[in-house]
T-cell receptor, first 116, second 111 residues
Framework: NAGVTQTPKFRVLKTGQSMTLLCAQD?????MYWYRQDPGMGLRLIHY???????AKGEVPDGYNVSRLKKQNFLLGLESAAPSQTSVYFC???????????????FGSGTRLTVV | EDQVTQSPEALRLQEGESSSLNCSYT??????LFWYRQDPGKGPEFLFT???AGEEKEKERLKATLTKKESFLHITAPKPEDSATYLC????????????FGAGTTVTVRA
């Protein structure tokens, strides 16, 4: 089925460890996003990409890095995990930038990350 | 600072009992307002985009409306399958890729 696939679905890290979250979409979308969702708070944008080879900072980029070497993949890296990065991470993609037509983002099912 | 506030935080309804969810925003200039549905353990699913005051969009038992300061999501004669968390988000500028999301309203519909 077409959509956005995130791996892994769950992960527990120790403080200071590093990891990479993978997002893959098969809809040929130009725009891809990484969000984090914490209890009682809205989704917050970490980084985004407007096309292959491009990345940009969002609202809460500190402690994260991203890469988009291929159009279909958007990777989120944590170089040195901290307990404050415990969250659910969502990747999303869209064929248009926000605010065009009646189009929204397609979200993946999320990665639940716990940093101990 | 741009803010999006959703109320109530939680809503429990009997099947068939219509109600409305509120999304109020304080932004410097609204470019678009988005509604999403999120089921437990899943990512949000896009419902509607609204661009100007007075605009309305409908999908099955859901209708979204927009004024200059808030948006409402009306649920008419809800069914148990309408149980979910409903999120709204705003875009401030057409050049801004950041959507500011509210914390959501969790709706539970009892049979």
């Amino acid at each position: 089925n077409a959509g956005v696939t995130q791996t892994p679905k769950f992960r527990v890290l120790k403080t200071g460890q590093s990891m990479t979250l993978l997002c893959a979409q098969d809809m040929n979308h130009e725009y891809m996003y990484w969000y984090r969702q914490d209890p009682g708070m809205g989704l917050r944008l970490i980084h985004y990409s407007v096309g292959e080879g491009t990345t940009a900072k969002g609202e809460v980029p500190d402690g994260y890095n991203v890469s988009r070497l291929k159009k279909q993949n958007f990777l989120l890296g944590l170089e040195s995990a901290a307990p404050s990065q415990t969250s659910v991470y969502f990747c999303a993609s869209s064929g248009y930038p926000p605010g065009q037509g009646n189009y929204g983002y397609t979200f993946g099912s999320g990665t639940r990350l716990t940093v101990v | 600072e741009d803010q999006v506030t959703q109320s109530p935080e939680a809503l429990r309804l009997q099947e068939g009992e219509s109600s409305s969810l509120n999304c109020s925003y304080t932004v410097s200039g609204l470019r678009g307002l988005f509604w999403y549905r999120q089921d437990p353990g899943k990512g949000p699913e896009f419902l509607f985009t609204l661009y100007s005051a007075g605009e309305e969009k409908e999908k099955e038992r859901l209708k979204a409306t927009l004024t200059k300061k808030e948006s409402f999501l009306h649920i008419t004669a809800p069914k148990p399958e309408d149980s979910a968390t409903y999120l709204c988000a705003v875009q401030v500028s057409s050049n801004d890729y950041k959507l500011s999301f509210g914390a959501g309203t969790t709706v539970t519909v009892r049979a």
